[in-house]
């Protein structure tokens, strides 16, 4: 009786073991999200604006695009974005674009803040949230300066200055 105990136990540990081990197995394993890095192409992606047109970054090739991840809850977005609805004036018949993203809120919510802050940059929605996966989007704000050949040249995350945002603008400007 203490044999077939001590067998019975022995194999509900080792099956306890082996579960605990398959799981940080996976964990480690499993596929980590890949910020873009810099010098890469940026990846390709379609999304809808508030106004039902669609945008799609390859388009803007030939164009330095501005692109900004953000959230209506996020305060540094909030600050950051009429300093950057001021140089996307500046900039635009420069050969510069601004696509500003959310990271999936409802298209009310998104609405009612680009109205209440009077943006003119074109605002698209990730409603399934994968294009910030594919750029390994966390934490918000992060804004990608990407050249006219789709290439990015930085990321940055956390709020920026007008003055930052300016340079940055003219970094990328054909």
């Not at 909030?78 to 018949?93: G, L, R, S, V």
């Not at 050249?147 to 603008?169: C, P, R, S």
Request: with cysteine; glycine share 6%.
């Amino acid at each position: 009786m203490k044999k077939r105990r001590f067998w019975i136990r022995t194999v509900i540990l080792s099956l306890l073991v082996s579960a605990v081990g398959f799981s940080l197995y996976a964990n480690f394993k499993k596929d980590k999200v890949q910020k873009v890095e810099v010098g890469e192409i940026a990846p390709d992606f379609t999304l809808v604006d508030l106004n039902g047109e669609k945008h799609q970054l390859s388009d803007y090739r030939g164009q330095g695009v501005f692109l900004n991840f953000w959230g209506t809850f996020c305060k540094p977005c909030e600050e950051e974005f009429p300093y950057i609805d001021n140089q996307y004036k500046h900039f635009k018949d420069k050969g510069v674009q601004v696509l500003a993203v959310n990271v999936g809120e409802t298209e009310f919510a998104v609405k009612k803040f680009v109205e209440r802050l009077e943006l003119t940059f074109p605002v698209v929605i990730d409603k399934t949230g994968e294009v910030q996966t594919t750029y390994g989007i966390n934490p918000l704000p992060i804004s990608f300066l990407i050249d006219k050949n789709g290439k990015v040249l930085k990321a940055h995350t956390g709020q920026l200055t007008e003055e930052v945002i300016q340079e940055y603008m003219k970094q990328i400007q054909p």
